[in-house]
């Protein structure tokens, strides 16, 4: 009997993995969409794989982050002390060009979207909080659906974001992978990735200054179906203010994740992303950035591969992004 389309796909996906030797398709590039980390130039996971000599690479992604954190001395709207209020969504449409150069070296193109809006997720949010038990922030006591940043800095200077909703080109970044050991399906795999940032945002997203980063990223083999990988770096980048908020000028990143490849065109990563202060004049604002990201991939056919992801706060929602959705579709030699 003839198989249909459905069991097919999803027999192809759970198909068990050829061999060790096939090579890992790692971490997909999710980056802090927190409404103050959205425009700034932060490292995301990646893997030390390079695109092959004069190949092309493209991959966009759309995501879809929620943010919602305050501080004050009652939840709610009429507080008598509000030091920060973050509510609101970050949207981010990018496109990704890499162009192998050599054959452990490739340079790459990032063109972001960004966008800030009021809170359409605030009623899934809700939804997944009463369904899992788990604490709400206090957010039913908030408007429903609005964009606020706002707060005291630490010299008690009000400041507010709330007329810097819409949409408007991000700051550009120019990429490069140099891979200095290479272990594809082997022993261990290690890269340096740099990137610079152009101060190119327009609208709501101008005002930031050019920035630099670097980081160091491995890869390894944990046996037939699983690979870790982890990176370390830091970003030194124009701190302002913007719009009356002071960003540390200099930020610590790192990251850790594992691969898991149940079947053939499908690998399961979980990641988590941590980097040091973002801010430095915004009253009672924490100091550490610390996130969990889920991502599955799936290769639709021989250069096409589809990643779904979805993001959660680890330790605090002050400092990140409370809940978000990634979509990435790319196409690769």
Partial sequence: MKRSRPFALVAALLAPSPSAAEPQRGPAEVRDAQLLAQPRLTLPAIAPWTTPPAAWSVHVSSHWANTF???????????????????GEALVLDALV?????????VGVRVPVHGRTGGTLDPFIDWWHRLAGVP????????RNAYRVEGVTTERVPFSWTDRSGFGLGDVEVETRWRVVEG???PASLAFVARASLPTGTGPFSGNAAGGGGQLVVAAPLGHAFDLYAGAGATAQGQGPVRGVRYSP???HGFFAVEWRPGRRLSLVAE???ASRLVENVYSYPGLHWVVDVTARIDLGGRTRLDLGFTENLKSQLTTTDFALYVGLGVRP
Avoid at 69 to 87: H, M, N, Y
Avoid at 136 to 143: Q, W
Wanted: charged letters at 30%; proline letters at 4%.
């Fill in 98 to 106: 890499r162009r192998g150069l050599a054959h452990n070296l490739d």
């Fill in 69 to 87: 954190s305050w501080t004050q001395d009652v939840a709610g709207e009429a507080p008598d002390t509000r030091r920060f209020l973050l509510d």
């Fill in 136 to 143: 709400d922030g206090k957010r039913p006591a908030f408007l």
């Fill in 184 to 186: 594809t399906g082997g």
């Fill in 250 to 252: 200099v930020r610590a």
């Fill in 272 to 274: 988590t992303n941590a």
